[in-house]
Structures are given as structure tokens and as C-alpha cells.
């Protein structure tokens, strides 16, 4: 590099402008920082900077749009994206509209630094595209934690690529979901999108699956079959489970693969094989290599961009917004009114380890959503295992303050406490976007009636009896039942003594 490069910030946090502006100073580097993407803007219109690092949320514009501006007149210009909103949508459009980095905040300043250095040993830049916003390309792969926004990252880099793709995590974990937001971000993506299990295939039936057969190529053959390959043909074809693979059909497809063709089986046709292929796998595939199970050549094919799916266990932090995200869409897909999570709830789903991950997540949801009672979702519905291992509540059970239905272990107690909380954040939802000026009132009438109900159950109606445990005199009680428009609560407007055997008036 040659002479002091120029460096254009755009943040509308004083905070990042200040540490990006002293460590690229310190540098070598000149700064120009901006609290919003116009004023960057005006700054550049006459071509001034040499790389601009630039937030997407901004008042008054979107760094993506800063950047598509920037990139329509100077192509080469390098642009680092940083936000704290981080979503793979923002990340593909990002990497769609040329950006050299995508970073979440917080990120570590010496990274950028470095980052900056690179970005402007290079003397031109890729020619943008035009970002693409159809949210079915992004739907459901969400997560804010460092491995996710490492994922996205990767994602966005293959947006302009169709180079094979090895996605490996554990069961649950959402490879199918990635392996279609890497087709739905690629070239490919108006061509089809085929999935395949390959553990669920028939060892004898793979090669007419994958390949197709022509009518008479075997017993029960009696039309020609359209395998996988030709149905894909010009998108993508995901092969799930690729580690389950017979040897025997891992050596055609290592040849598929190789040469590019393919025939149909008892075919003589050779078929050119237009598809990008997607491997997934939960099993350790260097491991099946070493045991003889996995051909080491047709890894390396496969292997080409490798793409990891974090467990949901080693990504705690993302369990919120997730369960919130599938709250919602199982509150529209079962026409029902939303439900929240109490704080409890989500700190019960946040200790859970999640063998099953995302898939386990997403299934608990749904049921909660159809069999829970409420607005609120509370601890004692989840279901979920204690420390012991045992699992604990019952989507349909009791409402809070109730004994919980427990399923082969001992539920936590709800304390009064809790139940009092559980109250208030389910009198502030049903109240969004405004500060209630009656709480005291609202809430201590609630509990108060709860507690007369309560009373009035256990003695079954006997008025004289439940203000001796509430501590009160009976003409006391009578005015409160009546102040809470109690109905009838087992009898609870008698007047009948049983002790005396007198009706009081």
C-alpha cells in the first residue's frame, strides 16, 4: 500500500465510531466517521475513501443501501459490513451486493483492523449485485451466536457459487433447512430443489432411485422411472444422510460425480448430470473412512465447502428468538392467538442440553402452543427434564398456582412469589405498548379473589369458616365477595352455619 489510505465509518452508535476511529488511527490509517449512511454519502460523492465500514441499521438509510450507492460508481471500492442485527438475510444481501467482510457486533476490533489492511491490498472488487429480498430464501435460519453468524457468513460467501457442499451436525440440527438456504441463495435457485434420505432408500433400489431405470431393466420395471438426478436437473440435489450409503452406490456416484454423466439403469443413454449436489450427514465421516464404511475419494469430492451446523446446545443464547419464532409461526399455522414465554420459561428451556436440538425445540412448541391453556406459557408446562434427568410438567396441565401433572419426577414448588410475577407479566401482555396506570389495583384484586375462591373451595362455601382462615370478620368477607362479582363458588353465597346448623343473615 501506498500513501495514507482514508477510511469512511458509518454508525449511529458514538461508542463504535469512537473505538473504530482510534484503532484504525492508531493504524496508520486516516478516519472519517459519520453517525449516518447520508452523510457518508455527501462525503464520498466526489470519490473520497478508500474503504468504508458501514452499520445497517442507521436512521435515515440501510448500510446495504450506503453500499449498493457506493458500489454503483466505484466497483472496487472495499465496504466491511457490521451490525448488531445480524440475520442470515442481511448477511446473504451483504455478500450479494459485494460486501469484502460481514461482521456481528461485538467484534473484535483487531480482527477489523486486519480485516481493513487485506481489504485494501486487493485493486478490485467483484461487480455487485442486485441484493434479493424474497424472505422465503431466509425463512427459519435465525440465530445470533457466534457459530450461527459464522454459518451465515459462509452461506453468504457461496452466493455466487456452485460449488459442492458437505453439511455436517448432529440429528435436529437443520441441515436440510441450510441446505436449502444455500440453494435458494445460489445461481440455482429458480431450478428445482430435491431432497433425498438416503437411509431410508433400500440398498437395491438406490442406483434407480438416484440414476433411473428403463422399463424391463428389472423385475417390476414396467415403465421408465425418472430418477433424482434428471428431476433436479439445472438446481439442487440434497443427499441426506450421505453416510448411510452402500459402498456399492457410493462408487456410482463417485463416478456420477467425476465424469459428469450418468445413465439410467438398463439404459444405455448417457444423461449430462446438470446439478449441484448438497451432501449431509450426522455421522463422523473420517471415522467411517478409518472402518472401511465410507469411500475416501468420494469424502474429498463431497468435501469441497464444508459447512457445519452447531448444536442447539452449544448455542444457548439462540433459544429465545427461536422459541418466540416458532410460537408465532405455529400460532398462524394453527389460526390460534399468540402466547408468550414467562422469563421462567425461557430460563427452563435455556438449562435444558436438547438432545433432539432445534427439531426437539420446534416440536415442544408446537405442542405447548395447541395444549396449553393462557396467554402465558409457564415453567410447569414444559415438560422437560430436572436435573435428576426426570421429566417434568404436563403441556395440559393445571393453571399456576395448581399442582402440576408430573411425568416420572417431582415438579418444582411455585412459590407465591412466582405466582405473583407470573400475574404481572401476564397483566402487562395482555396490555402491549402502554404503561398501565391502575397495576397496584388490577394486580392486588386479582390475587385477592384468587385467594377468596381458593378459601371459599375449601370450606366449601361456608363463609364463617373461610373468614376464620382468612383472619377476618365474616361482614368483612361478605363485602369483598360482593366488590369481586364472585359467582357462586361451591356454594359460596350461602349463609348456612353447618357448625351451628343456623342460617345467618
Not at 226 to 236: L, N, S, W
Not at 468 to 474: A, E, S, T, Y
Request: proline share 6%.
Amino acid at each position: 500500500m501506498s500513501g495514507i489510505r482514508t477510511i469512511l465509518v458509518a454508525d449511529d452508535d458514538r461508542a463504535v465510531r469512537f473505538v473504530l476511529e482510534q484503532a484504525l488511527t492508531r493504524a496508520g490509517f486516516t478516519v472519517r466517521a459519520f453517525e449516518s449512511g447520508r452523510a457518508l454519502l455527501d462525503f464520498a460523492a466526489n470519490g473520497a475513501g478508500d474503504l468504508v465500514i458501514t452499520d445497517i441499521m442507521m436512521p435515515g438509510g440501510s448500510g446495504l443501501d450506503v453500499m449498493k450507492t457506493l458500489k454503483a460508481s466505484r466497483p472496487w471500492l472495499p465496504v466491511i459490513v457490521i451490525t448488531a442485527q445480524s440475520t442470515l438475510r442481511h448477511a446473504v444481501q451483504a455478500f450479494e451486493g459485494g460486501a469484502f467482510e460481514y461482521l456481528a457486533k461485538p467484534f473484535d476490533i483487531h480482527q477489523v483492523v486486519e480485516l481493513v489492511q487485506r481489504a485494501l491490498e486487493q485493486t478490485q472488487r467483484a461487480a455487485p449485485r442486485d441484493p434479493a429480498r424474497e424472505m422465503d430464501r431466509f425463512g427459519g435460519v435465525i440465530g445470533a451466536s457466534r457459530a450461527m453468524q459464522e454459518l451465515f457468513r459462509t452461506i453468504g460467501r457461496l452466493a455466487n457459487s456452485e460449488m459442492t457442499v458437505l453439511i455436517h451436525g448432529e440429528s435436529g440440527t437443520g441441515k436440510e433447512l441450510i441446505a436449502r438456504a444455500v440453494h435458494a441463495n445460489s445461481p440455482r435457485r429458480n431450478g428445482p430443489f430435491i431432497a433425498v434420505n438416503m437411509a431410508a432408500i433400500p440398498a437395491n433400489l438406490i442406483e434407480s432411485e438416484l440414476f433411473g431405470h428403463e422399463k424391463g431393466a428389472f423385475t417390476g420395471a414396467i415403465a421408465r422411472h425418472v430418477g433424482h438426478f434428471e428431476r433436479a436437473r439445472e438446481g439442487a440435489l440434497l443427499l441426506d444422510e450421505i453416510g448411510d450409503m452402500p459402498l456399492e452406490a457410493q462408487t456410482r456416484l463417485l463416478r456420477v460425480l467425476q465424469n459428469g454423466a450418468f445413465t439410467r439403469v438398463g439404459g444405455s443413454e448417457t444423461l449430462r448430470a446438470d446439478v449441484r449436489i448438497i451432501a449431509a450427514t450426522h455421522q463422523d465421516l473420517p471415522a467411517a473412512i478409518a472402518a472401511g464404511r465410507f469411500r475416501e475419494d468420494l469424502y474429498h469430492r463431497l468435501n469441497v465447502t464444508p459447512l457445519h451446523v452447531p448444536s442447539l446446545r452449544s448455542r444457548l443464547e439462540d433459544i429465545p428468538v427461536l422459541a418466540e419464532f416458532f410460537l408465532a409461526r405455529a400460532a398462524r399455522q394453527m389460526n390460534l392467538p399468540p402466547k408468550r414465554f414467562t422469563p421462567q420459561s425461557l430460563e427452563r428451556l435455556m438449562a435444558y442440553d436438547w438432545p433432539g436440538n432445534v427439531r426437539e425445540l420446534e416440536n415442544l412448541i408446537y405442542r405447548l402452543m395447541a395444549l396449553t391453556p393462557g396467554v402465558l406459557i409457564h415453567p410447569e408446562y414444559l415438560q422437560l427434564p430436572n436435573s435428576a434427568g426426570k421429566r417434568v410438567g404436563s403441556p395440559g396441565g393445571a393453571p399456576p398456582g395448581a399442582t402440576p401433572a408430573v411425568t416420572g419426577g417431582e415438579s418444582e414448588p411455585v412459590t407465591l412469589e412466582t405466582a405473583v410475577e407470573q400475574a404481572i407479566t401476564q397483566y402487562l401482555a395482555v396490555h402491549p405498548g402502554r404503561e398501565p396506570d391502575d397495576l397496584h389495583d388490577a394486580i392486588m384484586g386479582r390475587v385477592e379473589r384468587v385467594l377468596l375462591e381458593r378459601v371459599l373451595r375449601e370450606t366449601r362455601g361456608n363463609q364463617v369458616k373461610a373468614a376464620r382462615m382468612l383472619g377476618i370478620n365474616r361482614n368483612t368477607l361478605r363485602k369483598k365477595i360482593q366488590e369481586s362479582r364472585m359467582e357462586n363458588v361451591s356454594g359460596a353465597e350461602s349463609d348456612l352455619d353447618t357448625e351451628n346448623g343456623s342460617l345467618l343473615v
